[in-house]
């Protein structure tokens, strides 16, 4: 199994980057994938998860109408496209197999076993 990410890089406040994850080893099409990430000093924050063929997608308070998740299950390869970068984005963004872990009204990052490398995204001017 590997999933391994790119497109990270470091940005001005306002702009925009898509991340990519490479997925290999496993059955892509029919598992729902996740994007987590992890800011300095900071527990891991889920992000955001997409359905098996992409129709249905969840996204945090924190991300949603600024970020988009997307897959093509042809390609094996899972997207998330960000828009009105803040520096609070700033963080290690990696993908993740399977979804969010819903708890008490919230949803929490799958297990760290089944996340990739990660791809560090800077937010700065």
């Known amino acids: 199994v590997q999933l391994v990410e790119s497109g990270g890089g470091m940005v001005q406040p306002g702009g925009s980057l898509r991340l990519s994850c490479a997925a290999s080893?496993?059955?892509?099409?029919?598992?729902?994938m996740t994007w987590v990430r992890q800011a300095p000093g900071k527990g891991p924050e889920w992000v955001s998860s997409?359905?098996?063929?992409?129709?249905?997608?969840y996204y945090a308070d924190s991300v949603k109408g600024r970020f988009t998740i997307s897959r093509d299950n042809a390609k094996n390869t899972l997207y998330l496209q960000m828009s009105s970068l803040t520096p609070e984005d700033t963080a290690l963004y990696y993908c993740?197999?399977?979804?969010?872990?819903?708890?008490?009204?919230?949803?929490?990052?799958?297990?760290?076993?089944?996340w990739g490398q990660g791809t560090q995204v800077t937010v700065s001017s």
């Open positions: 993740a197999r399977g979804g969010g872990i819903y708890s008490s009204g919230r949803y929490f990052p799958p297990d760290r076993g089944y």
């Open positions: 080893g496993f059955a892509f099409s029919t598992t729902t």
């Open positions: 997409i359905s098996t063929g992409g129709d249905t997608t």
